[in-house]
Nanobody, 122 residues
């Protein structure tokens, strides 16, 4: 079992930045690929970014490429999502997930956090 707890969400003006964190506990964190997903009100949950176990490979949705950066610190059992140049359309609940994959599909991840809310007013 892996427990995931997100933090760092909040209200930020368009063009601003936030850094989300996801702290993991339980089984060996560095055995898992990690992903960030988000879900806006009335929308399906969508892939944002993922990172391989060692951190050498990262993947991004086209909508966030060049603005968001995923990273991880295996010594701290934590994965991060640095979000820059935020837009109103980035408003969503953000979830981190752990799995034996770094894919874009939710079914590839076995463990999920409870989410943290990000709001970017227009």
């Amino acid at each position: 079992q892996v427990q995931l707890v997100e933090s760092g969400g909040g209200l930020v003006q368009a063009g601003g930045s936030l850094r989300l964190s996801c702290a993991a506990s339980g089984r060996s964190f560095n055995n898992y690929g990690m992903g960030w997903f988000r879900q806006a009100p009335g929308s399906e949950r969508e892939f944002v970014a993922s990172i391989s176990r060692g951190g050498s490979r990262t993947y991004y949705a086209d909508s966030v490429k060049g603005r968001f950066t995923i990273s991880r610190d295996n010594a701290k059992n934590t994965v991060y999502l640095q979000m820059n140049s935020l837009k109103p359309e980035d408003t969503a609940a953000y979830y981190c997930a752990a799995g034996y994959s770094t894919g874009w599909q939710q079914r590839e991840y076995d463990y999920w956090g409870q989410g943290t809310q990000v709001a970017v007013p227009s």
